[in-house]
């Protein structure tokens, strides 16, 4: 029997991070496990603050003063013993605290009270009795009992036009009772079904050389259109048979509903989705159902890795290149990474499918820790669409000013005139980037962040895309007065308004983050266009890889450059990846499919490989790159992030911990110091931003070093500085 309990408390402070030991009192210890939530009293003045039980003990010595568990919040425990040793070593290599770890393992809103949603239902009590076989009570029952159950009180009333008064009389007299049901609040739509799909030679390959393998890591790297998806599906099928379960994850709520479409139209609506679209009690109840074990099978975005399936047998990751499966917050936790630890400490599969690996994980196959799976040709025999390539420089000397070149003006202007559909892509929203004065050069900045403000054109504001700030547009410059004020740039909101221009007749919608703000945004977007109820679709990344559109003919990349001009060692990569990934949108069905990728800069070898759509030339120069460079793989690199709104402080600060820093470093002559340095976007929401970067041979030892030395150092202004370390981040920014 314990007796004792180490809790973690609710509060993001780094001196809480530890466990606090408290006494179990008799009513709950027969009742009372590890992983439990737990009202305790915490501090001075014993304010029931939330806890999580971590470990259990039979006696405590040496400490006086202990305080006893008032109560257990829940009806189980939320964390299970693996999610502990998963939290323990998240702790660790994210330089995050317990209670972050822990709020990353259950749905968000829970710590906030979100529980089962109950509802009082109104159904048919005792008959027997004649009293109230007038109207309007015999009326009521007859309602009731042909809707039993069906109705709360107020929707009773509503709905059928009755009187509450009446309805408490029948509930008084024992005529009707007021029943207490948990409403669910996930999908439950009956899906198309989506037939299962006989595997062509490469595809049976995969599925046998998987299942039979003894390791457990798998890339799967297929070309776009090579049926990957289906792969995943035979493999979520056979774990079924051995009574396993899967995760699937996405890297793009967009690609949601088309996956999700996909797995209930072949396994049916049992299956969980998760994401962040969804509300807290939506979120809730599809862990929930996960927790208690009546779903087997789970599609969602990067949060989905954390479900608690008891008996994990596969994950999957869709497009693993993406950077979305990076967590920008503590901690800051990469799937691909909780996928391998899930692995080792369950002794599930990794599967990993992208037609553009990440330089990262195509080393590790090279290293042979990954076992590489090769798919070479289109699953149903399409075609790969022809790609050409568009000089921009060519267009502006032939005093072509548009945006479009005269080979996507025609291409889109033919299919337009096939009944076909078309996609163009651009991986900047908004109207125009930035709006300047002609005259004395001023830039419109947001006053919150060191960034131009972008136009957007709907609601004629300005709007800064990284605090959300707007303000009305100005005709006069609010420097020198003029009236030449100019919009510079494009952006997807005018692609959308220059192809209504050029091609009026044309269905137009656009999936970008303003366009899908709304909870089922994506889910309208995407089925508009695969019904065929728009022509043309204008995007961002979102549309730039995953999406199945078998009557589009026609890609158009409106600027291959702009990810090419980000300070960035990874630039190059993720320009040839989207190039490639968007390109792959294209002649997915029985047409063949045309891409036209517009840029001023046609030498840059990612681009060219892109074109030519040759991943290993473009991995053989670029790792060439890396390594010249010492960057990962090779290295890693530490970035060390400090914020503040007093710009003086800040700067003082991190020069101090700086100083510091060099001093250390002389005994790890492998490690370099970049730094100290403004960040390329110096200010965001008010917050003046400062970095240290390290590369080199960077172990989890020299971080926990370089975390509690910073904390000393800055101990005496640690309520005015943010500090934040991230390992290998998937932006320097």
């Known amino acids: 029997m314990y007796s004792f309990a180490g809790i973690i408390i609710n509060n993001e402070s780094v001196q809480i991070d530890r466990l606090f030991t408290y006494r179990i009192p008799k009513e709950l210890s027969t009742k009372l496990e590890v992983g439990y939530r737990v009202k305790v009293p915490f501090g001075k003045g014993n304010r029931a603050t939330d806890g999580f039980v971590i470990e259990l003990y039979e006696s405590c010595d040496g400490i006086n003063h202990i305080k006893d568990i008032q109560s257990i919040c829940d009806d189980f425990p939320l964390l299970r013993d693996v999610d502990i040793r998963l939290m323990e070593i998240m702790r660790k290599k994210y330089f995050c605290t317990y209670i972050q770890c822990i709020k990353t393992l259950i749905p968000t809103g829970i710590t906030r009270g979100v529980k089962s949603k109950i509802l009082s239902k109104i159904y048919l009590g005792n008959e027997l009795s004649g009293k109230y076989d007038k109207e309007p009570y015999k009326s009521i029952i007859d309602i009731v009992k ?11 009333s509503n709905s059928f036009k009755i009187s509450i008064s009446s309805i408490n009389t029948l509930i008084k007299h024992e005529f009707l009772y007021s029943g207490q049901v948990a409403v669910n609040r996930f999908d439950t739509r009956d899906f198309q079904s989506y037939e299962k799909k006989t595997l062509n030679v490469h595809q049976k390959l995969a599925v046998d050389t998987i299942l039979k393998s003894m390791k457990r890591k798998f890339l799967i790297h297929g070309v776009t259109g090579s049926g990957k998806t289906e792969i995943y599906m035979h493999l979520v099928s056979e774990m079924l048979n051995q009574g396993k379960q899967s995760i699937i994850l996405v890297p793009e709520i967009a690609l949601t509903p088309q996956m999700v479409e996909r797995f209930k139209g072949r396994f049916g609506k049992d299956i969980a989705v998760f994401h962040s679209k969804l509300s807290d009690g939506e979120r809730y109840d599809e862990w929930v159902r996960v927790k208690k074990g009546e779903v087997n099978v789970a599609v969602g975005a990067r949060s989905a890795i954390f479900l608690p399936f008891k008996n994990l047998g596969l994950i999957v990751i869709d497009e693993e290149h993406e950077g979305s499966y990076k967590s920008d917050s503590d901690p800051k936790y990469n799937s691909r990474e909780i996928a391998d630890i899930r692995s080792e400490l369950e002794g599930c599969k990794v599967l990993l499918g992208s037609a553009t690996p990440s330089i990262e994980t195509f080393f590790m196959c090279k290293q042979k820790e990954i076992e590489l799976l090769t798919i070479t040709d289109r699953a149903d025999g399409a075609m790969m669409p022809k ?8 267009e502006l000397l032939q005093n072509n000013k548009s945006i479009f070149s005269k080979k996507l003006y025609n291409a889109i202007n033919q299919c337009l005139e096939n009944k076909e559909q078309a996609i163009l892509f651009l991986n900047r929203r908004g109207y125009s980037t930035f709006v300047s004065c002609r005259k004395c050069g001023y830039v419109f900045k947001c006053p919150n962040c060191d960034i131009s403000l972008t136009y957007h054109n709907h609601g004629n504001n300005l709007t800064c895309h990284y605090c959300g700030v707007n ?12 009236k030449y004020v100019k919009y510079f740039g494009i952006g997807t909101e005018k692609i959308e308004e220059e192809v209504k221009k050029y091609f009026p007749s044309a269905r137009v919608i656009r999936m970008d983050h303003d366009t899908t703000r709304g909870k089922n945004s994506y889910e309208k977007i995407y089925s508009t266009f695969k019904e065929r109820e728009a022509d043309i679709l204008i995007g961002t990344q979102m549309v730039a890889k995953g999406l199945d559109f078998k009557d589009v003919t026609v890609v158009g990349v409106i600027a291959a450059d702009l990810s090419l001009n980000l300070p960035d060692y990874r630039s190059a990569e993720r320009t ?9 949108r294209a002649g997915r069905g029985q047409k063949n499919g045309k891409v036209i990728v517009q840029t001023y800069n046609p030498d840059n070898y990612a681009i060219r490989y892109s074109i030519s759509n040759d991943y290993y030339k473009f991995y053989d120069e670029e790792i060439s790159i890396r390594q010249g460079m010492n960057y990962p793989p090779f290295s890693k690199i530490l970035c060390i992030n400090m914020s503040s709104k007093n710009e003086k402080l800040l700067i003082n600060s991190i020069q101090m911990a700086s100083n510091y820093l060099k001093n250390y470093l002389k005994e790890n002559s492998n490690i370099e110091m970049l730094g100290p340095c ?13 970095q240290i970067i390290f590369k080199g041979n960077i172990d989890s030892e020299f971080c926990r070093n370089i975390k509690s030395s910073i904390y000393e150092i800055l101990k005496e202004v640690y309520n005015d500085i943010r500090v934040s370390m991230d390992l290998n981040p998937s932006s320097l920014l």
């Open 146 to 156: 042909n809707n039993d159950g069906s109705f709360t009180k107020s929707e009773l």
């Open 471 to 482: 303000q009305r547009v100005s005709s006069v410059c609010p420097s020198c007065g003029s």
């Open 387 to 394: 790609v050409e390539l568009v000089d921009m420089r060519e």
């Open 678 to 690: 403004s960040c390329t976007i110096g200010k965001i929401k008010e917050q003046y931003r400062w």
């Open 576 to 584: 040839f990846q989207l190039i490639t990934q968007v390109s792959g």
